[in-house]
């Protein structure tokens, strides 16, 4: 399985905090208008969508922001804090009210740490100029402003990637998938209402069985400059 390629925690904010300031530079100030349009990535387990991220990411010059990148920033106030930083009020108060939005229509639970989650993926999205990966972000970003992708790819290439990483026997793979499955699936449900393969949840689904890893970040890429034809890539 591709593992996530993101820089330092540290690296990965300082670089993605330059973009939006650039943004903001070369952009008409309006409080309401949010930053430029992201990518958020909902996956099959092991059907190599961190590596469709990586590759979206690198043609974009976004940051790419995978499950360990959102969980450690939803568990540290400081690395958090610093996804506002260069705010001003009047724009903060913006993503505060797209927030309250997201977890009015949205989010399905009360639980604190998903909470927090929901918060670092919608400031990510709101702001922009961001691969997100996992954790719900095709359901907490709305369409308007990003480009909703689902990762899928036949069983058996899963199993077989499964039993590479873990070194295990296919028939425990096979298992070991299911579990996984089932795992991700009462996550979602639980946490946003959703059942992960609902094709009306995305803009595009890719399948990297047939396409692979290249074809298929190649796929959604196109998508996104169609959807979004003005977005250029970022600086910096």
């Known amino acids: ?17 330059t973009r939006w ?3 903001q530079l070369r952009s008409a100030p309006n409080v309401d208008r949010p930053g430029p349009p992201c990518v958020a990535i909902s996956r099959l387990p092991f059907s190599a969508g961190a590596g469709v991220a990586e590759r979206m ?6 940051g790419l922001f995978g499950r360990e990148a959102v969980e450690r920033l939803s568990g540290d106030a400081g690395h958090a804090g610093a996804l506002v930083a260069g705010l001003d009020e009047r724009r903060r108060s913006a993503i505060d009210r797209f927030l309250v939005e997201v977890f009015r229509s949205r989010v399905a639970t009360e639980d604190e740490s998903v909470a927090r989650v929901v918060r670092v993926i ?9 691969v997100i990966m996992g954790r719900g972000a095709p359901y907490v970003l709305g369409a308007e402003q990003t480009l909703r992708v689902l990762v899928v790819g036949a069983t058996a290439d899963r199993v077989a990637r499964l ?19 089932q795992t991700r699936t009462d996550f979602l449900r639980t946490h946003f209402g959703v059942t992960q393969t609902d094709p009306t949840l995305y803009d ?11 074809g298929a970040a190649a796929v959604a890429l196109e998508a996104f400059r169609r959807r979004f034809p003005d977005a250029r890539a970022t600086a910096g």
């Open 1 to 17: 399985m591709a593992r996530e390629q993101t820089p330092g925690i540290d690296a990965l904010i300082e670089r993605q905090v």
């Open 21 to 23: 300031r650039l943004e």
């Open 57 to 62: 990411a690198a043609a974009l010059d976004y």
């Open 122 to 130: 919608g400031t990510i999205g709101r702001r922009g100029a961001a």
């Open 163 to 181: 039993a590479a990483d873990r070194n295990l026997p296919a028939p425990a793979a096979a298992k070991e998938l299911a579990h996984d499955e």
């Open 204 to 214: 595009v689904v890719v399948n990297t069985s047939t396409l692979g890893v290249d």
